[in-house]
C-alpha cells in the first residue's frame, strides 16, 4: 500500500483546509498529541458482514479464523493510525496459539482490548442450556458453567495482555411472571462476585447494560442503574460499560455518562448509532450531534478528575450491520468519533460555564453549537499525516482495491464468526 504517494497528491488540498481551520479556530495547545494517542479498538465481531434475525449478505473477502481477523485490523490500523487495538469475543474467537497471536498482532502495531465472554448462546459442547438465563441462572450449574467460561475468558486475555473482561448478559425474561426480578438480581451479583474473585490485580470487569434484546420482558442488567449497583457490589475494579445502542429511545446518554465518571465507575464505552434501538449503525452516522455531546461531557468529566484521555477508559466500537463493506464502515466509525473528539477538546469550557453560571442558555447552546458546526476534518487528518497514516483512509481503500485482493486471497464466500 502506498501511503506516501496518496498523501503526497492531497498535501496541497490537505494544508489549505488545515490553515483555513486554523485561522478561523484557536487550537489549544497539545490537540494534536490528544488525537494522535487517542486508539480506538476494534471488535474483531465486525470485520465480517452483520446479519439481522432476516438474513446475512457477505461480501467476501471475510477473516476466516483469528490470524485474519487481526490482518484486518492490522489493515485499518496501517490507514488511520487510531485502531491499534482488536477486541476479542470468546468462543468466537479462540487463541490456539497464543504466543504467535500476540506476535502476529504486534507485528502490526495491535494490543488486544479487552475480552468478551458469550453467554448469550449456547455452544456445542455445553452442558447446560442458557436458554433461561446465565449468571442469573435458576440453576446452579448452569450459573457455575457460566461462571466458568467467564474465568476461562480472563485466562484467555491473560495470555494475550488484555486487561479487562467485558460481561454482556442476555439474562432476563420475555413475559411478565416469568423471572422473579429480585432472585435473578441476587443471583446475577453472586456469580460475578466469583467472576470478579478471579480477576487479576491490574485488570477491570465491565459490566455492559442493554433495555432489551434478545429477552422482550426484562433484561436483567437493563441500564445504568442496575449495572452501576452491581459494580459497587462488586468492588473498585469493577466498571460501567456503555454501549451507545442499549438505551431506551431517546435518552440521555450524555448525562449517564456524566454521572458514571463523576462516581468513577465508568469504564468503557461501546460506540455505535441507531435510530431506533440496537442498530450496530456507523457511529455518527444518524446522531453525530448527540456523538459530540456525549464526547464533551466524556472530556470534561475527565479533565475534572485528570484521567489521562486516551487511557483511563476503555474505547471500543460495536458495531456491525448488513450492507456496508465493514473495513470502510470500521473506518467511517473511527473517524466519527476522532471528529467529535477533536471538537469536544474545542469547546471553551472557561465561557461555557460562565454562560451557565448567568443562566445564558442561548449562550451555552451558541458555544456548544458554534463548535459542532466547525469542520475539523483537516485537524483529525493532520494528526494521521504526523502517525504515518493516509490523508483518506477510505480512498485509499478504494484506490488499492483492498477488499478486491481480500477476495482473491480469502475467497468471495467466507463467513467471518459473530453475529
Ligand atoms: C450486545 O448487543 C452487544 O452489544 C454486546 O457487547 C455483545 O458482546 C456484542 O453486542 C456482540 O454481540
Ligand atoms: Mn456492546
Request: proline share 3%; charged share 20%; with cysteine.
Amino acid at each position: 500500500m502506498n501511503i506516501s504517494n496518496h498523501n503526497q497528491a492531497l498535501l496541497a488540498q490537505h494544508t489549505r483546509r488545515l490553515d483555513f481551520l486554523k485561522s478561523e479556530v484557536n487550537l489549544p495547545a497539545g490537540i494534536l498529541q490528544k488525537l494522535k494517542d487517542f486508539q480506538i479498538a476494534i471488535p474483531s465481531w465486525a470485520l465480517g458482514t452483520g446479519g439481522t434475525r432476516f438474513g446475512r449478505f457477505s461480501g467476501g473477502g471475510e477473516p476466516r479464523n483469528l490470524e485474519e481477523k487481526i490482518a484486518d485490523v492490522g489493515l485499518l490500523h496501517a490507514l488511520n493510525q487510531s485502531s491499534g487495538a482488536i477486541s476479542l469475543h470468546i468462543p468466537w474467537d479462540i487463541p490456539t496459539d497464543p504466543a504467535a497471536i500476540r506476535t502476529l498482532a504486534a507485528q502490526h502495531g495491535l494490543a488486544f482490548d479487552a475480552v468478551n465472554s458469550n453467554t448469550f448462546q449456547d455452544q456445542a459442547d455445553q452442558a447446560n442450556s442458557y436458554k433461561f438465563g446465565s449468571l442469573q441462572h435458576v440453576s446452579a450449574a448452569t450459573r457455575k458453567q457460566a461462571i466458568d467460561h467467564n474465568m476461562e475468558v480472563i485466562k484467555q486475555g491473560v495470555s494475550l495482555g488484555s486487561k479487562a473482561l467485558t460481561v454482556w448478559l442476555s439474562d432476563g425474561s420475555c413475559f411478565p411472571g416469568q423471572l422473579n426480578f429480585r432472585h435473578a438480581y441476587e443471583r446475577t451479583v453472586d456469580s460475578l462476585r466469583e467472576i470478579y474473585a478471579a480477576l487479576p490485580a491490574d485488570w477491570s470487569l465491565y459490566l455492559e447494560y442493554k433495555a432489551y434484546e434478545p429477552n422482550f420482558y426484562s433484561t436483567t442488567v437493563g441500564d445504568w442503574g442496575a449495572s452501576y449497583s452491581m459494580v459497587n457490589k462488586l468492588g473498585p475494579q469493577a466498571k460501567t460499560l456503555v454501549d451507545l445502542g442499549h438505551h431506551l429511545p431517546n435518552a440521555n446518554i450524555e448525562q449517564i455518562v456524566s454521572i458514571l465518571l463523576m462516581e468513577g465507575k465508568l469504564g468503557g464505552f461501546h460506540f455505535n448509532d441507531s435510530k431506533y434501538g440496537d442498530d450496530d449503525l456507523t457511529a455518527g452516522s444518524i446522531k453525530p450531534y448527540q456523538l459530540f455531546l456525549i464526547f464533551s461531557e466524556l472530556v470534561d468529566g475527565m479533565d475534572a478528575k485528570g484521567m489521562n484521555h486516551a487511557k483511563d477508559l476503555g474505547w471500543m466500537i460495536d458495531a456491525s450491520h448488513n450492507v456496508k463493506d465493514p473495513l470502510e464502515d470500521l473506518l467511517q466509525s473511527v473517524e466519527a468519533i476522532q471528529i467529535a473528539y477533536a471538537q469536544a477538546l474545542l469547546v471553551d469550557r472557561v465561557a461555557l460555564e460562565a454562560a451557565r453560571e448567568a443562566n445564558d442558555v442561548v449562550r451555552c447552546q451558541e458555544i456548544l453549537q458554534a463548535v459542532f458546526r466547525t469542520d475539523v476534518r483537516a485537524l483529525v487528518a493532520q494528526a494521521r499525516l504526523e502517525l504515518g497514516g493516509a490523508l483518506d483512509p477510505i480512498a485509499l481503500f478504494r484506490q488499492e482495491k483492498m477488499r478486491e485482493q481480500l477476495i482473491k486471497s480469502r475467497g468471495a464466500k467466507t463467513v467471518a464468526t459473530g453475529l
